[in-house]
């Protein structure tokens, strides 16, 4: 799968959809766009600032626009991206509920630290092979078919 096609399988076609399997490329693809958009709205908010937050003065109007944008931006992007990762711990076989509880725990000191680092592992873990009680291997279809089975 590639950006393009996770991209818009996350933002159009599983915007909210919390059941079935995703990909490690699909949830990492998704990623990466919503961080790189991220960088690329607070990169010209803070540049077209001029340093006059750094300095305690009012921000310029036109940085507070990128600001804004910025915001809704991740407003925007948060149920999708809640969506991707309950369906990126089904491929692992794991219950949406570890995603509240990563949450949760990250609120505790030293061990939000740590469940953060295992949250990160387990969405590069490789998913479960066929199929499991989330539904049917998502790389297994049509045009992923093995050709020489």
Known sequence: MGFKEAVRTVLKEKYATFQGRAPRSEFWWFVLFVTLVGVVLMGLAFALDGGRMMQGRDPNALSMIFFGLYAIFYLA????????????????????????????????????????????VIMCLKGTDGENKYGPDPLKGPANAEVFS
């Open 77 to 120: 992007v948060l149920i999708p991206g809640i969506a991707v990762s309950v369906r990126r711990l089904h491929d692992r076989n794991m219950s949406g509920w570890w995603y509240l509880g990563m949450i949760v725990a990250s609120f505790i000191p030293f061990v939000g630290i740590i469940a953060s680092l295992a949250f990160l």
